[in-house]
């Protein structure tokens, strides 16, 4: 049998490679409010992803999932005409490997006071389509009931932090978690990396206090997520 010539062997590693993740290229557009309510508001930024996947339309499908109205709810006209919060849309590639993307979302802005909101979103890159965690993990109640050790344990942790700050006066630490919950819902805006999955949970403290607020990111290795990851899936296949 006829071996490949390294070169062969090169242009087929590259062709393989490639097929494996997407390019990303960064489009960034100023749209420009024709009546602000201030100086501050004449115009916003948003950093588009803009994909080059194995077909236009895995490309397209891909930018599709990616949208800051479908993750974020961002609406472009009332951002330009009426509400007018919105400062920047920006975008943080946290894999694009293996078959698959992983994409945090941001957007910040101000009303009475700065905000801001992120969600991490995985895709298929060869069908475009988003990988749920019904499509990547079994026993989700399980799975759930693991991150939410260790949610307990980040409380605990939290609340001997704000005990120990001067500014708590007499609240009690305790009652600012009395509602947090991590359930199957939290699960939708997992991210992913070389190493493992991180789980996120937005606690939703007020801005004055939002100093206080924990990371909410509950990371596991693909070791400790072996027990959990579908087989056959997108997952099982990046975490051999």
């Known amino acids: 049998m006829r ?3 390294p070169l062969l062997l090169l242009i087929a590693f590259v062709s393989f490679a490639g097929a494996q993740s997407v390019v990303i290229t ?4 100023t749209y420009k409010r024709p ?4 100086k501050y508001k004449k115009s916003f930024v948003v950093s588009y992803p803009k994909i080059k996947a194995a077909t236009p339309a895995v490309s397209r499908k891909i930018e599709s999932a ?3 109205q479908r993750v974020l709810g961002m609406n472009l006209n009332e951002e330009i005409n009426d509400v007018q919060w919105l400062e920047e849309a920006s975008y943080d590639v946290k894999y694009n490997a293996n078959g698959a993307l992983a994409i945090d979302l941001t957007m ?3 009303a009475a006071y700065p905000d801001g909101s992120t969600k991490s979103v995985v895709v298929d890159t060869k069908t475009g389509a ?6 990547s993990f079994t026993d989700l109640a399980g799975l759930v009931a693991m991150v939410k050790q260790e949610q307990a344990k980040e409380i605990i942790k939290a609340i001997e932090a704000i005990k120990k700050d001067p500014e708590v006066g007499d609240t009690d630490p305790a009652t600012l978690f009395e509602s947090s919950d991590y359930t199957p819902e939290d699960l939708d805006w997992f991210s992913l990396d070389e190493n493992g999955v991180v789980f996120k ?4 403290f007020p801005h004055a206090i939002q100093a206080w607020q924990p990371a909410g990111e509950f990371f596991f290795t693909w070791e400790q997520l072996k027990p959990f990851i579908k087989p056959g899936s997108l997952l099982s296949r990046i975490a051999r």
């Open 35 to 38: 009546k602000p309510i201030s």
């Open 66 to 68: 990616l949208s800051y």
């Open 108 to 110: 910040e802005g101000s």
């Open 3 to 5: 071996l490949l010539s």
């Open 130 to 135: 988003r990988v749920t965690p019904a499509m």
């Open 26 to 29: 960064n489009h960034k557009v």
């Open 201 to 204: 949970y937005d606690y939703g």
